[in-house]
């Protein structure tokens, strides 16, 4: 019986980091066009699309932190990849904050 993670002859698998990268653009395309796209409604008429802020802000959250997760990842390497995903991070939970203050501001 092998173990999870190794092939039939007893080698562990290796993860193709090319899946996660195809997997990071897509999200990167997907939730870049939706940001695109409310921003543009914003800007046309801010008072009616004003609920769309924090959506904003926390869709840039999202693509933070999946940014901060695959550096992390892929930061065996070296500490030059670790400190990059944790500014993705921080930048992540900047964005976060944001998107909240903005929701209780526009939402009380």
């Known amino acids: 019986m092998r173990a999870k993670g190794q092939?039939?002859?007893?080698?562990?698998?290796?993860?193709?980091?090319?899946?996660?990268a195809a997997a990071l653009d897509l999200l990167?395309?997907?939730?870049g066009f939706i940001i695109v796209s409310l921003g543009i409604l914003v800007f046309l008429n801010p008072e009616r699309h004003m609920s769309f802020f924090p959506?904003?802000?926390?869709?840039?959250?999202?693509?933070?932190?999946?940014?901060?997760c695959y550096s992390r990842k892929l930061a065996a390497?070296?500490?030059?990849g670790r400190?990059?995903?944790?500014?993705?991070?921080?930048?992540a939970l900047?964005?976060?904050a944001a998107g909240i203050l903005s929701a209780l501001g526009i939402w009380r």
Do not use: M
């Not at 990167?28 to 939730?31: A, D, K, T, Y």
């Not at 390497?77 to 030059?80: A, L, M, Q, V």
């Open 7 to 20: 092939t039939a002859r007893g080698r562990e698998k290796k993860k193709n980091p090319r899946n996660g």
């Open 94 to 96: 900047l964005l976060l």
């Open 28 to 31: 990167h395309i997907g939730l």
């Open 83 to 91: 400190r990059a995903g944790w500014l993705s991070f921080g930048v």
């Open 55 to 68: 959506v904003i802000f926390i869709l840039g959250a999202v693509l933070n932190a999946a940014d901060g």
């Open 77 to 80: 390497r070296g500490r030059r």
